[in-house]
């Protein structure tokens, strides 16, 4: 299996790296890295992980993390299987803090950047008016080289820093726990669920995965995510859930055995217990807030 965190990402001759990513499916490894990155979904569905944090994904996801911060945009299941009516798109941007020198944003007036890139160590999911002005930026950036590229980079670090059209990811305080030693673990794990969690879990097979028995693997898989094994599978369970309510094709109790519950009163306790709602609840807010059609359409 290849190692998650042998990226290509830095450039030998460029202070910054920006793709294009046009592939069947997005990179399937969790893995960090030492950069800042900021990546815009173009095109594909699925789960976002970031730190201790799991939610769908779809396109218009665009968010800025910083570095060390774990993270996996996992495509789909349809995205693997090969038809090429499934594709992904993306843009990414790549740096460390120290692209422009060691001291360059220690200077005074790059105060407000410097509070960015400590708000971007939870990551930061970036909506509204600065999404659409971000992305513009990003697509510009594509063409640009030299200092004109370094310019449009230092613009969009400016738009972030002087807005707050964002949400903090990951929760208060978190802070990595893993040692790069311990990734491949942790993506075996990560497969494991990723693959099964619509039909059933067993944990004594997650734990042989990840070498332990099934009490040491609790206690390691609790201090390292800020979750028990079993709230990581019930929010991806609910995430799904969420994706299925409101593509609203299924009934309710359908969409609660297709996300891998086993009864409805408990997909209906989980629900409202992560989202604050009921599911169907849920399917009605989403209803009321989505784009609908005018009269005259």
Not at 292 to 297: M, V
Request: net charge neutral; charged share 20%.
């Amino acid at each position: 299996m290849r190692n998650p965190l042998n990226k290509s990402i830095e450039s030998p001759n460029h202070s910054f790296t920006i793709k294009e990513l046009k592939e069947p499916y997005f990179d399937p490894n969790w893995h960090f890295h030492p950069h800042y990155q900021l990546f815009v979904v173009l095109e594909g569905t699925g789960t976002r992980f970031i730190g201790d944090n799991i939610k769908h994904f779809e396109a218009g996801d665009m968010v800025f993390v910083g570095p060390d911060l774990p993270h996996l945009w996992r495509s789909d299941e349809v995205y693997f299987q090969g038809n090429p009516a499934f594709t992904t798109h993306g843009i990414v941007v790549y740096f460390t803090e120290d692209f422009l020198g060691k001291d360059f944003f220690e200077k005074y007036e790059m105060t407000k950047l410097k509070h960015l890139f400590l708000n971007a160590s939870r990551g930061l999911e970036i909506s509204g008016v600065l999404h659409d002005k971000i992305l513009i930026y990003m697509k510009e950036l594509l063409l640009l080289q030299g200092f004109e590229a370094i310019l449009k980079l230092l613009e969009m670090l400016n738009l972030l820093a002087n807005s707050n059209e964002y949400d903090f990811i990951s929760s208060l305080g978190y802070t990595n726990p893993f040692k790069t030693s311990e990734t491949e673990r942790m993506h075996k794990v990560h497969e494991y669920v990723l693959n099964n969690y619509r039909t059933s879990i067993n944990l004594t097979e997650v734990a042989s995965l990840a070498g332990m028995a099934t009490a040491a693997f609790c206690r390691y898989f609790k201090a390292r995510t800020n979750k028990t094994f079993s709230d990581f599978v019930s929010e991806l369970r609910v995430g799904y859930a969420c994706k299925l309510l409101m593509e609203d094709k299924l009934s309710v109790t359908q969409v609660c055995y297709e996300s891998g519950f086993n009864t409805l009163s408990n997909f209906n306790k989980q629900f409202k217990d992560l989202k604050g709602q009921t599911p169907s609840q849920f399917r009605v807010a989403f209803g009321d807030t989505s784009f609908k059609k005018s009269p005259q359409s």
